[in-house]
């Protein structure tokens, strides 16, 4: 069966520090890979996405990036964050090319100081 | 700007009574999913609906959806206070990407 894995999960940085978050999927091939944020008590805003090892694709201009090293290794980084970084990030994959059913991780809660 | 966007915002009722939350989108989409969070958690799926199916039942839930006023409603019946949770909707469009809306916060009261 299939699983996904995000750590850590609950982080806190100072403003101005860099961040990598780590997203891995087990029991599938080729998966399209999301980022989301949810800030308190709202709904998710899509960060990015990736349909393919090196392709991803940026939904809203902000401090962070991502990056796909392998197949089901999705990275959220940023080298230096502001204190409206502050969330819940959440990863999700979905079936590549099928575009419907996505299953979330646990989610990292980030709060920078 | 958000595709789908649930009202209300927040619910609360009494154990045993039905919820229903509601879902309205702007563009044309090719199904409507809802899904279930927990607080601090990830999103688990409940159910997805085609665009050319107007109803959809699994156990205590029953989704309808209404294309020609953009609209779905998620009714949980007999609720219970395991149901406490947010529940998003999420539309997915010929554009492709899944879209979410902000939410409604669900308290079952005992």
């Known amino acids: 069966s299939q699983t996904i894995h995000q750590w850590p999960a609950t982080l806190v940085q100072p403003v101005g520090s860099p961040l990598s978050l780590e997203c891995t999927v087990e029991?599938?091939?080729?998966?399209?890979l999301y980022w989301y944020r949810q800030a308190a008590g709202r709904g998710l805003q899509l960060l990015f996405y990736s349909v393919g090892i090196g392709q991803i694709s940026s939904e809203v201009p902000q401090n962070l990036s991502a990056s796909r090293p392998q197949d089901r290794q999705f990275i959220l980084s940023s080298k230096k964050l502001l204190l409206s970084d502050s969330g819940f990030y959440l990863c999700a994959w979905e079936t590549g090319g099928a575009q419907e059913t996505q299953y979330f991780g646990p989610g990292t809660r980030l709060l920078v100081l | 700007s958000q595709q789908g966007e649930e009202d209300p915002q927040a619910l609360s009722i009494q154990e045993g009574e039905n919820a229903t939350m509601n879902c309205s989108y702007k563009t044309s989409i090719n199904n409507l999913q809802w899904y279930r969070q927990n607080s601090g958690r990830g999103l688990v799926h409940l159910i997805l609906i085609r665009s050319n199916e107007r109803e959809k039942h699994s156990g205590r839930l029953r989704v309808t959806l209404d294309t020609s006023k953009k609209s779905s409603s998620l009714l949980i019946t007999a609720s219970r206070a395991a149901d406490t949770a947010s529940y998003f909707c999420?539309?997915?469009?010929?554009?492709?990407?899944?879209?979410f809306g902000s939410g409604t916060r669900l308290s079952i009261r005992p």
């Open positions: 029991g599938t091939s080729n998966p399209n």
């Open positions: 999420a539309t997915e469009s010929s554009a492709s990407k899944i879209i």
